[in-house]
């Protein structure tokens, strides 16, 4: 019998984010997971390091790499419109699961069950990944904006405002450590 999981994964590549947006450089749903992931990742040694957490840092890291995978069936819905009013965000969320039911279905039972758990991540992961997530969006607005497109000007300052408002404090971490560099010219960063 012939699985199709990873032929649709491998279609991550060709949704693009940010699609109301006018972009100086486009980025697909592939390049933007393996950057939730290795940020999830530092926001989980960050927590366990500084804050006393006890997370798995690899299986966050990991699950982040599918957590937007849902969108290989239904596209990169533009935040403003996803989170527009509640009713909206959860139809979309269930939208999203039955998204990521259709992608597990195409797995044989003995993949599923493993995979699975990447998709039902615990509470304080999912938090981790979603401020993953946020700081990926805003190193993308800080690439654009840096560039001169004044277009995600708002998008820079809501989505910084919105990791604040997250109260994690690996994420505020981050922020002040590491975001700076993005900033800097690549010959100011050795």
Not at 21 to 32: A, G, Q
Not at 170 to 186: H, M, Q, R, V, Y
Request: charge should be negative; include cysteine.
């Amino acid at each position: 019998m012939n699985y199709h999981y990873f032929a649709m994964i491998s279609r991550m590549k060709n949704i693009y984010r940010w699609g109301l947006m006018r972009n100086t450089r486009r980025e697909n749903l592939s390049e933007h997971s393996l950057e939730v992931s290795i940020i999830a990742h530092a926001l989980c040694i960050i927590k366990n390091k500084r804050f006393g957490g006890n997370v798995d840092a690899n299986k966050v890291a990991t699950a982040a790499m599918f957590h937007d995978t849902s969108e290989i069936i239904t596209g990169d819905m533009p935040t403003p419109i996803k989170y527009y009013n509640p009713e909206i965000n959860n139809v979309y969320k269930e939208i999203e699961g039955i998204a990521e039911n259709k992608l597990l279905s195409m797995l044989p039972d003995d993949m599923s069950e493993e995979y699975r758990k990447l998709y039902n991540v615990t509470k304080e992961e999912r938090k981790i990944i979603k401020a993953a997530d946020k700081i990926s969006a805003y190193i993308k607005c800080i690439e654009e904006t840096e560039s001169g497109n004044k277009e995600f000007n708002k998008a820079l300052e809501s989505t910084k405002a919105s990791i604040v408002k997250m109260n994690l404090p690996e994420a505020d971490t981050f922020l002040e450590e590491f975001i700076p560099s993005f900033k800097l010219p690549l010959d100011s960063q050795g």
